[in-house]
């Protein structure tokens, strides 16, 4: 069997093809409409048998904000598919190599991705960087504790294309301050209230927007549908607000729904205020899911663009089996105000693998977590415990949307 891997030359409708095959026809049209749009041709790359189409990757350019930093270029790794007549012969494998190299030469120092399956992506240096909570609230159990200012603030209707715009800006400027959440661009902007990220398109309302108001000012905004079935609930996309009180009174609006008995919303920050303000802390029935899969293309850079939260000196000994240049001992210094690293001769303070500094990249989780799991070896004492709170964060990472 030959196969050669390289880059996309071909168009949309070839490619949807393949990516029906691949993932067994789950998406609507207008799910495919909306993939099409924010699909980059040129970072394509795809497996080709006898000139037949039966495997493809692709990239997102990405601005990511990590710890301190918004911004960062990061390639997104999207559309991933084999067809299943050619599966388990290494495709994948070969496809994410020549991928990985190329955004390594586009000088992007990291990958980026959510996964269908969280099994895959380990072996190729993905390292889970954060996570999300499902819950499904009865209505019954909505209660709330006081938020001071909930009552000056207004939820009014408003239409979801109109008031695009400014809800893409008001979450925007909330992204820049959250480590693992991305720019919206005009393209994701209209990715996001596409029926791509939506749980049940089938029998769902409409996406429907509402917005918070103080002042005049919108200060917050929520996307969600609702669903009348066997059992009515409301299922909410995002919420967004620039202070608590908006924030508790999207969600007072939100768990309150006239005929319908539960709000479910599939992907709610671990450390959303949210899950403090519920009275009864069983109400979410909360199950926490993989968010953001973080690969450091290029250690020395990836480690130098985001800052740490306490100053920090640290020679990390560095496996990587997958991109060889990443492997070796690397000198990190750094603190709140930025960081350097380069390659170096002095013996390792940690021996980590590039999963694992993917994993603890943005955030969470600690270093000393994974040091506990034996996933990372101490040659120097302290040295776990002092570069794990460097590495953290106060707020914990977060992505709202999947691609
Ligand atoms: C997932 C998929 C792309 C894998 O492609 P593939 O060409 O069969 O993968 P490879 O043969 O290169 O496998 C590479 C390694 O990953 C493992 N692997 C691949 N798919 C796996 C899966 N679904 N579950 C567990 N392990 C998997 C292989 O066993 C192999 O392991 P090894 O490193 O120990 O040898 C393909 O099965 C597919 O298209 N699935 C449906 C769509 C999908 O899930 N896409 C992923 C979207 S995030």
Known sequence: MAIEIGQYKGGWEELLGLLDMAFSAPWTD?????????????????????????????????????????????????????????????????????????????????????????????????????DAQEIAVPKKSREMRAVAGIDDVRIRWVDVQESLATCAALRNKLAAERPGMFHHDERFQGYAISDTVTANPANGSKRRCVVAERDGEVTGFAYYRTKRADKGFVDVDRVHAVDLASHAALWRYLLDPDLLSETHCDTLASDDPLLDLLVDPRAPSAITRDGVWIRPVDVARALAARTYARDLDVVLAVTDNFLPWNAGSWHLTGGPDGAECSTTTRSPDLTIDVRELGAIYLGRPSLVRLGRAGLVEEHTAGALATTSQAFSTDRLPFLDTGF
Not at 64 to 69: A, I, N, S, Y
Not at 84 to 93: E, P, Q
């Open 30 to 130: 207008a799910q495919y409409e909306a993939e099409r749009k924010v699909w980059e041709p040129e970072r394509s790359y795809v497996a080709l048998n006898d000139g037949q189409l039966v495997g493809h990757t692709g990239t997102f350019s990405l601005r990511m904000t990590v710890p301190g930093v918004a911004g960062v270029p990061v390639a997104g790794v999207t559309m991933v598919g084999v067809v299943a007549t050619h599966r388990r012969r290494g495709i994948l494998r070969d496809l994410m190599r020549t991928q990985l190299n190329a955004v390594h030469e586009a000088g992007e120092p990291l990958a980026a991705l959510t996964a269908s399956e969280p099994v895959i992506y380990g072996r190729f240096g993905y390292g889970l960087a954060s």
